[in-house]
């Protein structure tokens, strides 16, 4: 039976001090920057839970004074962990749904009898669930004639009114601030109707779907004016990825180019946000600037970041008018003058940089981010897709191996899905090609073979069901040997790869599982057989329910449950990022330069997953190709570097350390 572990990873998440800055972000404090109520938690989990707990509250409201609750939901990743939470309250806490009437905000269009469109997402997240009476359902429906769609919109708003209007609506948030499937030049006047889909809208709703391919030409969705009318709005956003667009919600101008802006303008919106979403708004990332702060080393070095790039000088450069003029008097009467702050942060900055990350044996390591003993260590690099060591960590793999440490690597997931069909239509036909020069007389595998290629080419209908299992397999079969082969070539022995196919993944569909003690299990399992003394952990947390995050979940579940063994007291876990972002540099802990010719082997590694190259179904809204992001990215940490006075490096991959709460 799969038990969800969300309660026991509460333990053991990233404490916040090796995540974000140590400041007050008590969800009273509104600053005269931001123009919305921003209610700040520190996992997408708790504020989930603040969400479903103020929505449950107005439901008993209404129900004690024999009245319904009207509410607007949307579809997507962002509202599971509320609708979660609504159903344990409903099962648990006796929270009735009976007076409770839902207007779904958006549906595809058009949706034909194969389609599942977001309304059945909804049913499967909720719905069926709870005791709603499905009469209390409203939702636009995908397969309408084309010429009643207009009269649909109209008789959609006037229903709406016709019950008292929204008492509240929900909202996610897209990343270019499309609030529904309101992008940017809606106007504060649009209503329900229909919208084209188009480029990073048409990205994020194939969220829904199998592949951007199978994504409906068009939305119906309500309006900016509908949000604007409803009695409340709660507008949601997890993940760092949120950031940004977060930000100008809350702090920038009011604009039709930024839709959500206007709930600036709604007399009864707040936002609710996740730490790593809140990192952009300035109480958050430049705290100075608002309040007094507690200054420690990651806030101070981050101010001083800050001030060089304003300033464009380097740390030791910077004078006691640049501290004063740009609101750190603080600093300087708490060092006495800029020398001694700049000295501090330049030092501090200086020993994060080392080229053996792995320690260097004979060595004085009381400034370097790694001990010198044991030597050689026993490595284990958490890979969570088979190519995530490669395209974070590849310089740093290699040179673990090339310093002759015992290097694992486990990749957690096989990464079936993110194979496209042609890929396996190519190796069905080889492997048919081979059978027949070498196995004439046997049937089996070619038979497999043609009827795998046979189905992908003329069969296969996208229909939201499960990838077929032999396809499955196929394709996680593609990614293994390409990852075996990735290791190979940065130097990891055979015997040392290890391939864990968590089972929270193999769902053969986009939606995965909730992490359950099987997945942990396996984990754990491996950390006892190997006992590290050095692990790395994929750290990306921009999407909070994504592959990554349940990845670093198990792991950290697992560390949770060894961490009392004598061999973890000594083990050192590191956290890096993946193709998508980089330490921010007030947190880094340990930067591994790359030379040219690193970096040149860092590529070749990356390219042997050639199943991910310009064909991959899950490249993302960044057009680069995975070898080029991860360079510019480590060029960019470099640069940054160099730019803060510190010496000039071809490259550099940047860590984080994880210390498990004991």
């Not at 669930?129 to 084309?146: C, E, Q, R």
């Not at 990891?492 to 909730?514: A, I, Q, R, S, W």
């Amino acid at each position: 039976m799969k038990t969800n572990l969300s309660s026991k990873i509460t333990l053991t998440r990233i404490p916040q001090k090796y995540y974000r800055p140590e400041n007050d972000f008590e969800n009273s404090v509104l600053t005269r920057m931001e123009k919305i109520p921003t209610n700040i938690y520190e996992s997408a989990d708790e504020g989930a839970l603040s969400i479903a707990n103020e929505i449950a509250n107005q439901i008993r409201k209404k129900q004690e004074i024999g009245k319904s609750f009207v509410i607007a939901l949307p579809g997507g990743r962002s509202p599971q962990s509320v609708y979660k939470e609504l159903i344990r309250m409903h099962k648990e806490e006796n929270l009735s749904f009976r007076n409770v009437i839902v207007f779904v905000e958006y549906e595809f269009y058009p949706l034909n009898s194969a389609s599942t469109g977001n309304v059945t997402h909804l049913r499967e997240a909720l719905f069926d669930h709870v005791d709603i009476a499905p009469a209390n359902i409203y939702a636009p429906d995908g397969s309408l004639p084309k010429d009643d769609i207009l009269k649909f919109c109209r008789e959609y708003e006037e229903k709406i009114q016709s019950l008292g209007g929204l008492d509240y609506i929900l909202l996610g948030l897209g990343r270019a601030s499309n609030i529904m499937f309101n992008a940017a030049g809606s106007t504060i006047n649009s209503r329900t109707r229909l919208v084209v889909l188009e480029g990073a809208a048409r990205k994020e709703a194939a969220r829904t779907f199998p592949s951007v391919e199978n994504v409906p030409a068009g939305v119906i969705t309500m309006g900016i004016s509908t949000m604007m009318r409803a009695k409340n709005a709660i507008l949601m956003a997890w993940g760092e990825d949120k950031a940004d667009i977060i930000a100008k919600t809350v702090e920038g101008q009011v604009s039709d180019a930024v839709p959500s802006s206007f709930l600036q303008n709604h007399p009864n919106a707040k936002v609710v946000v996740d730490l790593s979403a809140a990192y952009s708004l300035t109480r958050i990332c430049h705290p100075w600037l608002v309040s007094n702060c507690e200054w420690d080393n990651k806030l101070i070095r981050r101010a001083i970041v800050w001030l060089c790039q304003l300033t464009g000088k380097p740390i030791l450069k910077l004078t006691n008018k640049d501290y004063s003029e740009h609101g750190l008097g603080e600093l300087l009467a708490l060092y006495g003058s800029a020398y001694n702050v700049n000295i501090k942060i330049f030092n501090d900055i200086q020993h994060t940089i080392t080229g053996w990350p792995g320690g260097k044996p004979n060595a004085d390591d009381s400034n370097r981010p790694e001990r010198a003993t044991p030597y050689p260590k026993k490595v284990i690099v958490f890979s969570p897709h088979p190519d995530d060591d490669v395209i974070s960590m590849g310089g740093t793999l290699r040179r673990l191996c090339d310093q002759h440490h015992d290097v694992h690597v486990a990749y957690q997931t096989s990464g079936n899905i993110a194979v496209g069909d042609e890929e396996v239509i190519r190796y069905c036909e080889y492997l048919r090609d081979v059978c027949d020069k070498y196995a004439a007389g046997e049937h089996s595998v070619k038979k497999k073979a043609e009827e795998i290629i046979n189905y992908l080419r003329f069969e296969k209908v996208e229909n939201g069901e499960p990838e077929r299992k032999d396809v499955l397999f196929m394709k996680g079969t593609i990614r293994r040997e390409e990852a075996r082969h990735g290791c190979r070539y940065s130097g990891v022995k055979d015997d040392h790869v290890h391939f864990l196919d968590l089972p929270f993944y193999e769902t053969g569909m986009v939606k995965k599982n909730d992490l359950s003690d099987a997945d942990k299990d396996i984990v754990k399992n491996l950390l006892l057989e190997v006992k590290p003394d050095q692990m790395f952990v994929a750290g990306d947390l921009a999407d909070p329910h994504g592959t990554h995050k349940v990845c670093l979940d198990a792991v950290l579940a697992a560390i949770d449950e060894v961490k009392d063994e004598e061999w973890m007291k000594n083990c050192r876990v590191w956290m890096y990022r993946g193709a998508w972002a980089e330490w921010e540099m007030d947190h880094v802990e340990m930067a591994v330069p790359i030379s040219p010719e690193e970096l040149r082997h860092k590529r070749n590694a990356i390219l042997k997953h050639q199943s991910q190259a310009e064909s991959a179904p899950f490249l993302g809204d960044d057009e680069r190709l995975f070898w080029q992001r991860a360079e510019d990215r480590n060029r960019s940490t470099a640069e940054l570097y160099h730019q803060l006075g510190l010496a000039s490096y071809e490259a550099m991959e940047a860590f984080v350390q994880y210390i498990p709460l004991r």
